[in-house]
C-alpha cells in the first residue's frame, strides 16, 4: 500500500480494488478517523443506512464488513469505479460467491419486468428503484399486509367485511402502498378470540336455570344495574366504614364534615371548587349505628343524581321500600352483584365488542377465511423474499460505486486536501465579507463544538442560516487566509449549498485567533494597545463626568448653594492630595527617565557607527526572533480535525494547514483575464522602500561620523 503525506500525516493512497482490498488489513490507528456520524455526509442516504450498523454513526468496523461483502461477491477481476458510476456490469457478479447466483437471478428478473431487451447485460441504480417503487404499488408486494388491494385476489365475499372488522379490533397496520390493511397474526389473534369470546356471552344471556338466576339477580336489568352499582359503590361502603368509626370515635363526623382547611380552600367560591369539596365528604351524613337514608336531600348533592337511578333500579328491587338501610342490606346487595362481577372478570376478547354478534358467528362457521388470508401471506412473503434480493442488489451497486470515493473522506482525506471538488462532509461554500469560504462543516450543538474547536487555534466563524420561516442551521467554517479586521458578529453573507441553492447567514459566534504571521506577530502589541483604549476611554470618561458635575453645581439653586459650596471645597482638597501625589509620581517618573537618557549618551559617545548599529540590531532580533518562533509555532499548532471532533467524529489524524491549503480553504475573489484596471503586485514600490530605508541609514551613520 501506497501512502502521502497530507496535513501532517501519512495516510493511505485508495485508487482501485486493491487499495481497497488491503485497507481490511491496514491497521485502524493509520485511517483519519474511526467513526463520524451519519447525518455529516453528504451522499446517497440509502448508501448510508447500508454502511451503517445503527442508523447514526459509520464506523470502521462498518467499512470494513462493507469492503469485506463487496470483494466476496464480485468477480476477481472486476474493476471498481472511482466516478461513483451508476451502472453495474452483470458480468461482474460472482455466482459462485455468496449469494452472488440469486443476485444475478434478480437482476435478470428486474430487468425483465422492466422490459429490457433479453441481451442486456447491465443494470443501473434507477432500474432497481424503479422495479421496486413499481412493487410496492402492486396488492401483493412484499410488506406481509394484506389490505383492500388485495380483496380482488379472493373469491370470497366475506373477506372485505372481515377485513375492515379486523381493522376496527386491532387497529391494522400500514402496507408499503400507503393504504391500512391487516398482517396474518392479527387474522389469527382475532380468529382464535372468537369461540371464547361467544362462549362467554352465551353464558351469560337469560334463561330459567338456577345459576343463571343466580348469576342474573335482576335478569335482563342485571347488566344495566351492575354498571349502576359499580360507578359508586366505593361511596357506600365509605359511608358504612365511616358510621363505625364514628360509634368509635364521636368526633370523626365533624372531621369528615367540616374540614378547617378544606372549608378555607372555598373562599373564594368557585363551581369547580364546590364540586371538589363535596367529592370529598361521604355520601350522607355518618350515622351512629349505621342508617344509610333513601330520601335523595339527605344524599350528598354530588351524588344525588346517581343516588335515585340506584334506589329506584338496585335497592327497592333487591331490598323493598325503606326510608334506612343498614350494612346488612349493602352486604346483602353486594353478595347478589358478586357472581355477575366475576362474570364480568372472565370476560374474553373484549375488543370483538366492536363487531356484531352474528357477523362474528359467520366468521366462525367459515373455515375458509383464515385459509385465504394464509395463502395471501404466503404469496406475498415470496415477493418479500424478491424484495431482499433487490436490496442486496440495490446494496451491491451502491458500495461498487461509492466505496472507493467514501473510503477517500474516512480511511484518508485526500478529496478534502487534493480534488477541486468538495469532501463528502463539507456542506457547500459562504461568500462573505469578499471571500469565499469553501471548508464549512454542519454545527449541531453550538456550545459543545465551540467548547472543543477553541482548542483548534483557528478563527472559526458559526454562521447562521435561515433556511425557511421554520428551519434554522448552524454552520462553522474556518478562516485560513486574509485578515480579520472586518469580521464581527452579526455581520452577513451568503451560503451557497451542493445543490446551488442560497440563503442568507449571519455570524452568530467568533472564535477569535491569528490568521498569518502578521497578526500572530502584532497579537502581543494588539492586546496592549486595546488595554491601552480601553484606559484612556475610562479616563476620558471620568473627564467628562468631572465636567458635568463640575457644571452642575454652578447651575445650582440658591437653597443647594451651601451644602454644594462645601461639597466643593471637599472635592478639591481631595483633588488637591491627589494632584501633589501625581506630581511627585510624575516628578520622579523624569528623573528616572533623565537618567536613563544620560546613561544611553554616555555609552553611545564611546561606541562607533558600527558598534550602535550592530546593538539596534541586536536589540531588535532579541525582540522579534522570540516573537516570530511563538508567532509560527501557534499557527503551525492550527488543526481543522477538531472542527469535525466537536461535531461527534472520532479523529485520529491532526489536519494541519499549509500555505495552499489556506489558499484553498479560504479564496479570495479572481479578476477576469487580461482586465485592466486591476490591483497589481507592488514589487517595484517595495524595492523603492527598502532603497530609501537603506540610504536613510547611510545618511545617519555619516552625520554620526561628522559629529
Known sequence: ????????????????????????????????????????????????????????????????????WLLSVLQENAPLPQDCSPILPLSSINPDGPSGKALLTTAQYILKELSYAPDTQQICIEDIRAFIQNVKGRPLNGDGVISKNCIALTQSPLIPDFLKDVIAITGGAIGYDGTTGVTLTQVQTVLSAIPGYLEWLQKGELNDTPENKVLLPLREKTAEAYAIYKKNAIRIQQFFDYSDLLSFDSESNEKFCNSPAAVRDLNPPSSEKIQTYLQGLPLARTTSPAMLPTNPDKINPSDREWWKSFYQTILIPLCGNKLFYTRGDWNSIQESFQPYADYQQQKVGALLEKVSIEQLRLYQNNSQIEKICTNLVQRDLKVTEILRHTEELEKLLLYRSYLITFSNNFVNFSHLYYTQEQALFEQGDILLDGRWFHLVFPVTDLTAHSSTAMKSNLFILYLEAEISATEKRLFATPVTSGNTSNLMVGKRGIFRNLQKEEYIVKIVQMIENPINLKEALSAPFSKFWKQAETKIEQWSSNKEKGFQNSMNQVLATPENAANTAKKTDDDNAAKTARSTNTFMSASIGFAALGSAVAFISKTLSGMTAVSIWLTLLGAFLALAVPLSLLALLKLKRQNISLLLEGNGWAINAQMKLNPLLRKKFTEFGTYPKNSTGTPKRRVASTIVIIILLAAVAWIAQKIYLFL
Open 1 to 68: 500500500m501506497h501512502f502521502t503525506y497530507l496535513g501532517h500525516f501519512y495516510q493511505p493512497v485508495i485508487e482501485n480494488r486493491q487499495d481497497l482490498q488491503e485497507v481490511l488489513t491496514l491497521d485502524e490507528a493509520l485511517w483519519c478517523a474511526s467513526c463520524a456520524p451519519i447525518c455529516d455526509f453528504h451522499c446517497d442516504p440509502q448508501f448510508l443506512r447500508f454502511l451503517s450498523e445503527n442508523h447514526s454513526h459509520i464506523t470502521a468496523k462498518g467499512i470494513k464488513n462493507a469492503i469485506q
